[in-house]
Every structure is written in C-alpha cells, then in structure tokens.
C-alpha cells in the first residue's frame, strides 16, 4: 500500500513536472515571438519564424496558377520556343499589356473556335472548326487534305502536343496570341488557314466572296446572317460588292495584329465579345 502511494506521488510529480516545462516552452517561444522583428514583403508581414513557411506556400501558389490543365505540363512548356524569335515576351506582360480592345478582339476568337462552348479550345474544336468548311464542298480532296494538316501544324505550332487533356483557358489564348505576334517566325505562320476558309465559301470559285458567300462564313464561324450582312458592308471598303482572297486573308490577318479601333477589319470574326 506504501509502495502504491510513493508510486502515485512520484508519477504525479513527474505529470506536474512535464506540464511546467511545456509551459515555460510555450511562454519562451511566445516572448521569442513578440521580440522577433516583423519581416514585410509587399503587403504582406511576417515572423521571421514563418518565413520560410510563408515562402513554401508562396512557391506552391506559384505552381498552382501556372499550372496547365494539359497532362500535369506547366504552362510554358507548352509551346515550342522558337531560336530566331524576335520577342522579348520574357520582359513583357504577356498580352495583358496590350488594349483592352485587342484583348476583346482575341476574346471573341477564342469563343468562336471554341466550337463545343466549354469555355476551353481543344485540337477536337480545331478539327471540328475546319469540318465545318470542310463540309460545303467547295474544297477539292487536295485542298481539304492541305487544310486538316495546317489545322493540326498550327496547332502544334502554338499549342503543342495533340493531346485530349491539351487545353487553351481564354487567359492563355491572350498570352499565347501576345507570344505569337512577337515572333516573326511564328507571325508569318500563324494565318495561313486563312486562304482554305475563302476557298470554302467561294462557292462559284470566281476568286471572290459575294456578300451572300459571306454569310456562308459567318455560318460556318456560328454567327448570325444579319451579322454577316453588317460586316461585309463594313469591309467592302471599295463598294464593289465583292472581296478578293487578298482582301479577305489581309483583313483576316490585320484583325489579330492591329489595336486600331478605327480599322474596319474588327468587324471580320463578327461582333466582338462582350465577356
């Protein structure tokens, strides 16, 4: 009965013993803390206890938001860098320094090759984009082969690797599209689809586009008719009622490079998003 009693008094002791020590940790690490000098980076202040935590964190946001939803790759590896290219896109701001009316411009392309409308371009939206055109029958076989295989080079190109898990978000379609008109290389390339889209619609294969040719584009792009009408009054700069595939490419073209709001070819993918 002793023994049980010196036992419990020991391990009491011991209990009491073990809880002052933890709270004298406690209180030491709390007086480090209330003496340790703030550490500010931005708008954000700190412990330098926690700096390092804050770092990792900090690292594993970073990775979060560069993250692309293509097989686990980060973003920049998702296109192809270029050896002769002309960009210092590494200093820029990657399309976001750009005008809000360009932005609104590539906005409005992406929505359209966007064919499915999941909010996401795919190589399945290319393929099913140039079926479209594909589809009128104004293409013989050379020429429809010749376009399906530029469709999936120039997706390639800019977009990397024909893959079903190879997203573009509309944020990357801006930075993308920013990267690609500050390439030469990748500039002369990008477009030329454009010549097998005015092949498609020249249904009469006069080597020019007819007001109702047009709306056959407009069609194939998802828009209205009445908007087609509208766009190619804009366009037809000439009044001769008719485009030529020079005119069509060129303005076709212009519509990515230029941040002119006064340029009629704004009005070539029809109406400009208003997302």
Known sequence: MVLTLVRLGIRSISLNLERSAALVSSAHSQLKLIHTKPVCNGSVCFLQEKQREYELAEQVSSLRRNYSKQHGRPEEDRRKQQSDSDSDSDTE???????????????????????????????????????????????????????????????????????????????????????????????????????????????????????????????????????????????????????????FVKLGKDYFITEDETKVSKMFWGPLSDV
């Open 93 to 247: 701001c990657k399309g976001f320094d750009r005008s809000e009316f360009w932005r609104r411009k590539m906005r409005t392309v992406h929505n359209i090759l966007d064919i499915d409308k999941d909010g996401l371009i795919s190589f399945n939206d290319f393929v099913l984009f140039s079926e479209r055109f594909k589809s009128l029958g104004h293409l013989d076989q050379q020429q429809a082969e010749d376009f399906s295989n530029i469709i999936k080079l120039t997706w390639e190109e800019q977009w990397g690797a024909v893959d079903p898990y190879n997203f573009v978000t509309v944020e990357q379609y801006l930075e993308d599209m920013h990267h690609v008109l500050n390439d030469k290389t990748l500039k002369k390339k990008a477009h030329r689809w454009l010549p097998y889209l005015f092949k498609a619609v020249d249904k009469d294969k006069s080597g020019y586009i007819s007001v109702k040719e047009f709306k056959l584009f407009f069609e194939c792009l998802g828009l209205d008719n009445e908007h087609a009408a509208v766009a190619f009054a804009v366009i037809d700069t000439n009044g001769d009622g008719k485009l030529s595939m020079k005119e």
